[in-house]
């Protein structure tokens, strides 16, 4: 029998075609321009029932060949079905369809002739796969095959290959090599809103307010602070105006004989939704800003390239860490994305173990550093310990950060984190605990989990991270 033969040559009406390669034997390959999200093949499938699979499927050819179907079965695409080879950049996307006992194969960009067609079994593939360019593979090979992916609907995650020649193309979420922790909505109530301490004073005479309007701009009470606030509240026949939250009360004009200003609670910021501007406003009136909260920024082909060099740097360096005796945990801040004026980076790792000192973590390291950065700088301020802020800055992480470092980085401002390993037990960033989503922090920063775990990084999933 050859292995070698060439496979028939129409398949189907997108005209794939088998081919053989060394590495990977059989597999799908396009013979024209395919455009995507073009349905390319529907295979049917036979069923394995459970124990029938444990007492046979397990040890032949037909393992490496079975799809685990969503109720427990294993199911064997018929087709080319069997044939799709794995990618961590797949081009094509698989459905199962329950309904008709099928799986629907779909091109997730345009393909070129010769180009072949992969899918993406699963985050831990049993064998080693050729033609992988991208970051570290848990070398952890399984005994068998226990199936692809558990699929049974759409909502498979899937990476898409990064469209080069384009990097402002935006990658669809499902594509992206990372989950994003979404905060569920705060619960809201009276006691929930934050407040400042304002002075405001009442204004009997409505024709007074053009005046005061002017003085409080002379006055540079035109605070940008305060830019979520209305100015004038009018409750009651009753006209108040807002001035400052200055700890001091403002000079009045004494031309207008208006009364004492006084100090009342204002909102902090603006409302996010429907319910905290109705909330917000029984303090004062304040503007609805709704498009703030959760707002989840696109991710293009670029910013996921940068965000994968990034978790490269990580690992290669909480891999170096490990060499050198140390925890294998990194932290890297790289200079920002599309930000040609940003040229500030640092990168840590963990060392508890050389300095003997239990609070040496990855993260902390880093914060240190920066703040170091930005001591040396000529334009640095300290004050208000300002010189450790990573304001607007995103940091990767080779592990999610325990509490302690978590609440650091909320203090330094950041703006988002990064992290591979996740740490259920001490994580403050989704495992044990989410810090930035607790009720009154002062800031809150976005969490990202990449969807691959590097095992040559685990740690004692006890250990502060
Ligand atoms: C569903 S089959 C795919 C078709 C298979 N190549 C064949 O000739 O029958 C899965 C098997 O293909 C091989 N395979 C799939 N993707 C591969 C990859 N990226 N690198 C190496 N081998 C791969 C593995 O041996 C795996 O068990």
Partial sequence: MSFTAPGPERLNSSDCRIRYSEDK????????????????????????????????????????????????????????????NHSNTPNVSYTL???????????????????????????????????????????????????????????????????????????????????????SPEEEDQNSIRTVLAWVVDVPEPRHLATLLKWLKSYGLDDPNLGHLKRVRKKDDRTTLLLSIDPTPPQLPVELELASPFQIPVPSSPALTLTSLSLESTFWPTFYAPKRKGEIETWSCGRVAWAREAMEVVITEALKSQ????????????????????????????????????????VLNLIRQVANLDLGHPNSSSENGSHYLLTGKTVFLSHEPCVMCSMALLHSRVKQIFYL?????????????????????????????????????????????
């Fill in 97 to 183: 369809d329950p309904r008709t006992d099928s799986i629907r194969y779909e091109t997730a960009r345009d393909i070129y002739p010769d180009e072949e067609l992969c899918i993406f079994y699963d985050h831990k593939v049993w064998f080693d796969p050729v033609g992988e360019a991208i970051i570290a593979i848990d070398p952890e090979p399984q005994a068998g095959c226990e199936g692809l992916s558990t699929i049974g609907n759409d909502d498979i995650d899937q990476e898409m290959p990064l469209n080069t020649d384009n990097p402002d193309e935006i990658v669809h979420e499902l594509y992206l090599p990372f989950k994003i922790l979404k905060p």
């Fill in 421 to 465: 390993n996740p740490m259920s037990r001490t994580g403050g960033c989704g495992g044990a605990t989410c810090l930035p989503m607790v009720h009154g922090v002062n800031h809150r920063f976005e969490i990202f989990i990449w969807k691959q775990t590097v095992s040559k990084l685990a740690i004692n999933e006890v250990l502060d991270a």
């Fill in 25 to 84: 034997s059989k597999g799908v390959y396009a013979s024209q321009k395919i455009q995507r999200n073009t349905v390319i093949e529907i295979s049917p499938v036979l069923f394995v029932g459970i124990a029938e699979y444990e007492q046979h499927g397990n040890f032949d050819a037909l393992d490496h060949h079975t799809y685990k179907w969503k109720d427990g079965r294993m199911a064997v695409a018929l087709g080319l079905g069997s044939l799709f």
């Fill in 323 to 362: 060499s050198e005796g140390e925890l294998p945990i990194s932290a890297y801040m790289p200079a920002s994305y599309g930000d040609e004026d940003d040229k500030k980076s640092a990168v840590s790792h963990d060392t508890r173990t050389s300095t003997s000192h239990p609070l040496r973590h990855a």
